[in-house]
Structure formats: structure tokens, C-alpha cells
């Protein structure tokens, strides 16, 4: 039963261009997501984070968007460049109902392309 | 260094030796999270701590695998009779609190032959 979804395995964007990531959630009670960047042989970083209390939230280059009825969030990079070539992951928590941990989506591979 | 220490970074065992997985998390981080991934897939939830108790190991995939924290600070994942399927990457993450951001190691790539 895979909470969180990622359903592109993989994007390809031209330098300069718009990246957009989606990621789906079946589990009404998450109230919490954050977005990593993953590159090979290291481990995810950071990148943003939204509460349910909110539709969006931005940060340089990066915004995430929150769609509560849909159960549906996407993270905005603008404009991509080449050192955002990593994989994505959304993770979601249900941190109001007492579930702390975190579940992860599978991932998308980003290349931006020069 | 100021962030979360995982050794060893790679592992290759025997199938049906034990291991353990060492995880240092950043100093004051309260909440400390195992996850594994697996070749092309995503993270997998193991366990979390909050302090020296584990409220949540649901995750964790057979009674071969347990963990453990002491002091409020280092954790170590124990497998028994490793597995060849047991074979991915072993992350661990911590934060300061169960809802805050996760900052997560290197990982250890345990590999079973």
C-alpha cells in the first residue's frame, strides 16, 4: 500500500526551463510534506517543506504547491539549472494524529539539460 | 563534523552473518529515524526513536532486525542471519524534534553474498 506516489520515475528539462515534480497521497490524515534531492552516493537533503495549514510555500528557485482535496502537491523549480540533475523525493507525515514517521515517495530522476 | 555520521559506508557480509549499523546524529537532534533503500526503489520506513524509546517499528521488515539508542544519541540496527534481499542502502536521519525536517547521513551500502 503505497501512501505517497511519485508517478513519474523520471524528467527531462532544458536549462533555464520550468521542472515540475508531483507527487500524490492517499492518506487524508498527512499534514506535513517536505521535498529532498537526492544525488548518487549521498544522502537526501533538504530542500522545502509545507503544512496542510497552508497552499503554498516558496524559497529561492523552489516553491511547493498543496492541494488538499485533490491530495496532490508539486514542487516548482525555477528557472532549472544542470546542478538540480538529482533524484526527488516527497514525504509526508500525520504528525497531528500522533504518526510521526515520515513516508516517502519512490522518487523522480530530474535532468536538466544544458 | 556537524552532521549525521553513519559507518561503516559499506558493508559486505557473508548471507547468514549478523551486522550492525552504527549512526551518530547530529548533537542535540532529539528524534532519530532508520530508512532503507533499495535498489531503484524509494525509502523505506525501518523504525524511529524519540529520545532512547522506539514508539514506531512498525516498519522494521522481520524479527532479524532490531534496533536500538543509547544516551539519547547513537543508534545501532542489528541484522541477524543476514539475507541476500537484505542487501540496500541503510539510512539514517535525525531531527530536533518527531515533526521537524529530517537531516539524513550518508548511508551504509550493505551488500550480502
Known amino acids: 500500500d503505497q501512501q505517497v506516489k511519485q508517478n513519474s520515475p523520471s524528467l527531462s528539462v532544458q536549462e533555464g526551463r520550468i521542472s515540475i515534480l508531483n507527487c500524490d497521497y492517499t492518506?487524508?490524515?498527512?499534514?506535513?510534506f517536505l521535498w529532498y534531492k537526492k544525488y548518487p552516493a549521498e544522502g537526501p537533503t533538504f530542500l522545502i517543506s509545507?503544512?496542510?495549514?497552508?497552499d503554498k510555500n516558496e524559497d529561492g528557485r523552489f516553491t511547493v504547491f498543496l492541494n488538499k482535496s485533490a491530495k496532490h502537491l508539486s514542487l516548482h523549480i525555477v528557472p532549472s539549472q544542470p546542478g538540480d540533475s538529482a533524484v526527488y523525493f516527497c514525504?509526508?507525515?500525520?504528525?497531528?494524529?500522533?504518526?510521526?514517521?515520515?513516508?516517502f515517495g519512490t522518487g523522480t530522476r530530474l535532468k536538466v539539460l544544458a | 563534523g556537524a552532521g549525521v555520521s553513519q559507518s561503516p559506508s559499506n558493508k559486505v557480509t557473508e548471507k547468514g552473518k549478523d551486522v550492525e549499523l552504527r549512526c551518530d546524529p547530529i548533537?542535540?537532534?532529539?528524534?532519530l529515524y532508520w530508512y532503507r533503500q533499495s535498489l531503484g526503489q524509494g525509502l523505506e520506513f525501518l523504525i524511529y526513536?524519540?529520545?532512547?524509546?522506539?514508539?514506531?517499528k512498525s516498519g522494521l521488515p522481520s524479527d532479524r532486525f532490531s534496533a536500538e539508542r543509547t544516551g539519547g544519541s547513537v543508534s545501532t540496527l542489528t541484522i541477524q542471519r543476514t539475507q541476500q534481499e537484505d542487501s540496500a542502502v541503510y539510512l539514517c536521519?535525525?531531527?530536533?524534534?518527531?515533526?521537524?525536517?529530517?537531516?539524513f547521513g550518508s548511508g551504509t551500502q550493505l551488500s550480502v553474498l
Open positions: 536521519a535525525s531531527s530536533f524534534g518527531v515533526s521537524e525536517k529530517l537531516f
Open positions: 492518506n487524508s490524515m498527512f499534514d506535513y
Open positions: 509545507i503544512s496542510s495549514i497552508k
Open positions: 514525504a509526508a507525515s500525520a504528525a497531528t494524529s500522533g504518526t510521526y514517521k515520515y513516508i
Open positions: 548533537s542535540g537532534h532529539t528524534a
Open positions: 526513536f524519540q529520545g532512547n524509546s522506539a514508539p514506531d
